[in-house]
């Protein structure tokens, strides 16, 4: 159960195409997704502006900086390594 199944979307589809019209539809995705990247860029502006705030107060202080996040450079697993589950977000299979 709550699995989104294929008539689910295709219910969705109708209902959305009587509310919007066909013609309407194509420019919403279009204005959604420049939305999202503009929050996206946003966000990675503040995140920025963060790091070089931190950067500039430990400067200041005399602190060395912090060595770069090695979680995100590292290489996907390849076939002989098995990924590493993560037990708090499993996933039911049903």
Same mark, same amino acid.
């Given at each position: 159960?709550?699995?989104?199944?294929?008539?689910?979307?295709?219910?969705?589809?109708?209902?959305?195409?009587?509310?919007?019209?066909?013609?309407?539809? !194509? #420019?919403?995705?279009?204005?959604? /997704?420049?939305?999202?990247?503009?929050?996206?860029?946003?966000?990675? /502006?503040?995140? #920025? #502006? #963060?790091?070089?705030?931190?950067?500039?107060?430990?400067?200041?202080? /005399?602190?060395?900086?912090?060595? !770069?996040?090695?979680?995100?450079?590292?290489? !996907?697993?390849?076939?002989?390594?098995?990924?590493?589950?993560? !037990?708090?977000?499993?996933?039911?299979?049903?």
């Amino acid at each position: 159960m709550g699995a989104l199944r294929p008539w689910h979307i295709a219910v969705l589809v109708v209902v959305l195409i009587l509310l919007f019209g066909a013609k309407r539809l !194509p #420019d919403a995705a279009r204005s959604l /997704g420049r939305s999202m990247r503009i929050i996206k860029a946003e966000t990675k /502006g503040l995140v #920025d #502006d #963060d790091q070089d705030l931190a950067e500039k107060a430990d400067a200041q202080a /005399g602190r060395t900086p912090l060595p !770069p996040n090695t979680a995100q450079q590292q290489q !996907p697993y390849t076939a002989q390594q098995q990924p590493v589950a993560d !037990p708090v977000h499993r996933v039911r299979d049903n």
